[in-house]
């Protein structure tokens, strides 16, 4: 089976027979899940199971966006709610060494959550760094505002993602924290140049270059590439992603339907291969314009495919783990933030 280089949303809590039939023809490589798609644990896991048969592969990535906070697609009644990253950053300032470990320890739960439902990858740590006068859309989903302390806790989350066996996507690279807009909207450009850019947005991206895979940010850096926000920048993804930061894993584009791009979804589609990345991902689970991603994305193949082969081989077997003894750990921890966070 050859795959296709892009990552698709579904409709619905299950897949109708029209998406059936488009996934056995298309052969997306990935899936990525919203609330539109979860109405209870045994729902869900009954769906990504629907999701790994109709493609064929049992280790096809299924993707979810489970940060904590604002921006968790798993919640009460049926999942805990979690803290936000800015309360890691709370508590790292308090002591570090405890700042890491709950960020640490809350993505090991998350993992756990995660891990019993099929999902095998979450779209998280951040890395961004906000600033003042920035957009809320990042806001307190962030984990600071120096690049060396929104690294440390960015790489604590990680730890505690691949200790469950999920797999990390580092995002928004090469930085989404000084956007004065919110890119599901509009389009955001940010005037600084580039060497204050190396030194803090892109200085945060830097320690974490390891990472499988990462998104990127619907977001122009003019002093870079007055045109084109970095998911369709040739020489943002060249020069800065796979240059300045030394980023060599999957790349993937952050939502192609989102209205900072222009054009057609088509025309989206062709300017996110052209400008380099290896995956292109849609999310709002529309057929039509799924159908117009398929048609411009190419198969899955050279340095992509070694890319994507890697990620998943990344991908570690769970370490064993005491939930509740975690759960209370994680509790005493937030209440030296002043919040019981979760």
């Known amino acids: 089976m050859q795959l296709r280089a892009f990552i698709t949303g579904i409709s619905g809590p ?28 045994k729902q869900l ?3 990504v199971e629907q999701l790994k048969k109709c493609a064929g592969r049992s280790d096809v990535p299924i993707l979810i966006d489970q940060e904590g906070g604002r921006v968790q697609r798993l919640g009460p009644p049926h999942w805990p709610a979690y803290p936000p990253g800015a309360v890691f950053g709370t508590l790292y300032d308090l002591d570090p060494v405890l700042g890491r470990s709950a960020a640490r320890l809350s993505a090991r739960l998350i993992a756990a959550d995660l891990g019993e439902l099929g999902i095998s990858v979450d779209c998280l740590p951040l890395a961004d760094v906000p600033v003042a006068g920035a957009d809320a859309v990042i806001g307190d989903r962030a984990y600071g505002t120096e690049p060396g302390k929104v690294a440390a806790i960015a790489r604590a989350v990680t730890e505690g993602l691949q200790d469950g066996g999920i797999l990390p996507v580092l995002k928004h690279i090469p930085g989404h924290g000084r956007a004065t807009a919110d890119s599901h909207l509009r389009l955001p450009t940010v005037s600084t140049p580039k060497n204050e850019l190396e030194r803090t947005d892109f200085a945060a991206f830097q320690p974490l270059a390891d990472l ?38 999957l790349l993937m584009s952050d939502d192609v339907s989102m ?28 057929l039509d314009e799924m159908q117009e991603v398929a048609a411009e994305t190419p198969e899955l193949s050279g340095k992509a ?38």
């Open 14 to 41: 299950e897949l109708n027979a029209d998406e059936r039939a488009f996934i056995e023809a298309e052969h997306p490589w990935g899936f990525i899940l919203f609330k539109r798609n979860i109405e209870a644990p």
């Open 45 to 47: 896991a009954l769906l």
């Open 212 to 249: 499988p895979m990462a998104m990127t940010a619907h977001v122009v850096f003019s002093a870079l590439d007055p045109v084109h926000p970095a998911t369709t920048s040739a020489t943002i993804i060249r020069q800065v992603i796979r240059g300045v930061i030394g980023f060599q894993g």
């Open 259 to 286: 209205n900072a791009l222009s054009g057609s979804i088509t025309e989206r589609t062709r300017a996110i291969f052209s400008a380099g990345c290896d995956v292109v991902v849609h999310c709002n689970g529309k």
């Open 305 to 342: 495919l070694v890319r994507a082969e890697q990620a998943l081989a990344s991908r570690r077997t769970p370490q064993p783990f005491d939930r509740a003894a975690a759960w209370a750990e994680l509790k005493a921890m937030m209440s030296k933030a002043g919040t019981s966070g979760v």
